[in-house]
């Protein structure tokens, strides 16, 4: 994987090179994107504008969802969090709520007192809470539950268009991307640079707060940990990975997440092949066919 120079200029912070980023074009919606494009360890690719991910959506955005074909939204966030800023309704589109997480206290993650951030970047809190973030998306039993979920979901839209997004797209978002992409046979190394896309969404976001924490504290670590707080870090993939490998006794990867899905979140070899039936093509356009 390449370091771009904004990577090298935030020590810690990397970005992908040269693969498909797919954004969408969504005015008032942060980190929108299609994972169509992408391809299977077997040559397959995803196919475009069935398979889409964001953060919150916005109402003046209504148009362009519905432009895209989407039939169903799926809401990541706590009931809590979409108390606050309820999703966009779309005609004709279902809304299901499904969250990973119960977080007992989001003064970390809903707080604009950059004194609170301040506190929490500078004593670990901030690295503490999203390395457990990470954790809990994987072994958490409501995580495990709604992993479950959001595929049903999934697999009942039988091929139309869907959604997904929780507040930013970045986390839990990007967790669901991970498990789908493995589910159609993707290689762990394409999950991962879909993953850091996020970091090209929200660089000029990361980089104003990066300036601002500079010019409060005059530190540039301080002010890189704001920076890398606004976007997705390796570390926090590869602490998933890390819980996978230890609940599934298996070292690669690939192999592991295969596992997982199969042992603890039910997707069988055959759920499998009938997603990728629906969601992948071969390179003349042809749909996969698991007779082939």
Not at 89 to 111: A, G, M, R
Not at 204 to 227: C, G, N, Q, V, W
Request: a negative charge.
């Amino acid at each position: 994987m390449l370091l771009t120079t904004v990577a090298m200029a935030y020590p810690g912070v990397e970005l992908p090179s040269s693969t498909p980023q797919n954004p969408l074009e969504l005015t008032n919606v942060w980190n929108a994107r299609d994972i169509g494009g992408w391809q299977t360890k077997d040559g397959y690719t995803i196919s475009k504008g069935m398979l889409y991910r964001s953060g919150n959506l916005h109402e003046a955005d209504a148009a362009e969802i519905a432009g895209l074909g989407v039939t169903k939204i799926i809401d990541l966030r706590t009931k809590l969090e979409a108390g606050r800023k309820p999703d966009v309704e779309v005609p004709d589109v279902k809304l299901v709520s499904i969250s990973p997480l119960t977080i007992p206290n989001l003064f970390i993650l809903e707080s604009e007192d950059w004194k609170t951030l301040l506190h929490a970047i500078t004593t670990g809190i901030m690295e503490t809470w999203d390395a457990n973030l990470y954790r809990q998306y994987i072994q958490d039993p409501k995580a495990i539950d709604a992993t479950k979920q959001f595929f049903a979901e999934v697999i009942e839209s039988n091929g139309s268009p869907i959604l997904w997004h929780c507040t930013a797209g970045k986390d839990r978002t990007g967790i669901m991307a991970m498990f789908l992409m493995a589910a159609l046979g993707c290689d762990i190394d394409d999950i991962r640079d879909e993953y850091l896309m996020t970091n090209y969404a929200y660089q000029e976001k990361a980089e104003a707060s990066y300036d601002k924490a500079y010019k409060l504290t005059h530190i540039k670590a301080i002010a890189t940990e704001f920076y890398k707080y606004e976007i997705v870090q390796n570390n926090w993939f590869d602490i998933s990975l890390q819980v996978i490998r230890r609940m599934t006794g298996i070292e690669d990867d690939n192999a592991a997440l295969h596992k997982y899905l199969n042992d603890t979140i039910g997707i069988s070899d055959d759920m499998m092949e009938d997603l990728k039936e629906i969601y992948l093509v071969d390179a003349s356009g042809n749909q996969y066919s698991s007779a082939a």
